[in-house]
């Protein structure tokens, strides 16, 4: 049974801080990614990676960065937070590009 | 890029009704077309999924049917419950892209 976690289920932060949001998979999957859900807009691809220190920008990467220094883990870097970073992110994982992807939990950050 | 456009964003059915959800996108060259459930407050998981090669897939209650010329693909759930209540996604991935998501539609299933 796959599991893909989140650090954190909410988080509020203020603008300015740099934030950090983790993710650990358990089925030493190759890709991993980072997507933002606000209502009406679907789930938007932020960041993934395709390999250890691999990672290629998605359709909405401005103002995130991401780390992947271990296979497991994915790391969602807001370097310096605003309050329209407010939202559902959502991490998933998965075999190869074109199989199921497997979402975490999400963390709704807050950016007061 | 790729352009995915879902329809309708909320559809409200009785129990034991169908319920139909269509997607279209732009990419032709587009081969892979998962639809995912996300229930209230829970992760979005799988369903059911369909590869370019195939026209129709089911599995017990839901169907996901591919018209590859008109560029859409459509789900469809028969004999809704209440538990079948939820936002459904569609998403388009083309040969080794990731995938795009459609905007969602909520279903509401009423007893």
């Known amino acids: 049974d796959v599991k893909v976690t989140q650090s954190s289920r909410y988080l509020v932060k203020r603008t300015g801080e740099k934030v950090f949001l983790e993710c650990v998979q358990d089925?030493?999957?190759?890709?991993m990614f980072w997507y933002r859900q606000d209502p009406g807009l679907g789930l938007r691809l932020i960041y993934f990676?395709?390999?250890?220190?691999?990672?290629e920008k998605g359709d909405i990467p401005e103002g995130y960065s991401v780390s992947r220094e271990k296979k497991e883990r994915f790391s969602l870097i807001l370097e310096s937070a605003s309050t329209n970073q407010t939202s559902m992110y959502l991490c998933?994982?998965?075999?190869?590009?074109?199989?199921?992807?497997?979402f975490g939990p999400g963390t709704r950050l807050t950016v007061l | 890029g790729e352009n995915v456009e879902q329809h309708p964003s909320t559809l409200s059915v009785q129990e034991g009704d169908s319920a139909v959800i269509k997607c279209t996108y732009s990419?032709?060259?587009?081969?892979?077309f998962p639809w995912y459930k996300q229930e209230l407050g829970k992760r979005p998981q799988l369903i059911i999924d369909?590869?370019?090669?195939?026209g129709e897939k089911k599995d017990q209650r839901i169907a996901v049917t591919l018209n590859k010329t008109a560029k859409h693909f459509s789900l469809h759930i028969t004999e809704t419950q209440p538990e079948d209540s939820a936002v459904y996604f569609c998403?388009?991935?083309?040969?080794?892209?990731?995938?795009?998501f459609g905007k969602g539609t909520m279903l509401l299933v009423s007893p």
């Open positions: 089925m030493d999957h190759e890709n």
């Open positions: 998933a994982s998965s075999l190869s590009r074109t199989v199921e992807q497997f």
């Open positions: 990419d032709s060259a587009s081969n892979y």
């Open positions: 990676s395709y390999d250890v220190k691999m990672k």
């Open positions: 369909i590869r370019s090669n195939v």
């Open positions: 998403a388009v991935s083309e040969g080794y892209s990731t995938l795009t």
